[in-house]
Nanobody
């Protein structure tokens, strides 16, 4: 499985922007779909967005039009650009990767490699 390290979490005001990064390492890169999930303490972890090795993407309804996922296979990195942030976007954001050659779907069971998480707080 891939090793994943997230970065970029911060405190930001409502309406602001933030970009999260996920650095990947492992022998199966770049053949893995990578996703961002988020979790608020006491709530279920939810899928935010995913991107396949060829760049096919999928987004949760709550973030469509505000968040953009991208990847650079040569740089072993996946980004999540978050715009027009809302207080309800506050959560720990996790990067996750599938086994090779899996579809881009936002179901946790499809992902076998996880990062340690990065905190995003949206507050005035």
């Amino acid at each position: 499985q891939l090793q994943l390290v997230e970065s970029g979490g911060d405190l930001v005001q409502p309406g602001g922007s933030l970009r999260l990064s996920c650095a990947a390492s492992g022998s199966t890169w770049p053949y893995n779909t990578v996703a961002w999930f988020r979790q608020v303490p006491g709530k279920e972890r939810e899928g935010v967005s995913c991107i396949s090795p060829r760049g096919n993407t999928n987004y949760a309804d709550a973030v469509k039009g505000r968040f953009t996922i991208s990847r650079d296979n040569d740089k072993n990195t996946v980004w999540l650009e978050m715009n027009n942030l809302k207080p309800e976007d506050t959560a720990i954001y996790y990067c996750a990767a599938t086994h090779p050659f899996r579809l881009c779907v936002l179901q946790q069971d499809d992902y076998n490699g996880w990062g340690q998480g990065t905190q995003v707080t949206v507050s005035s």
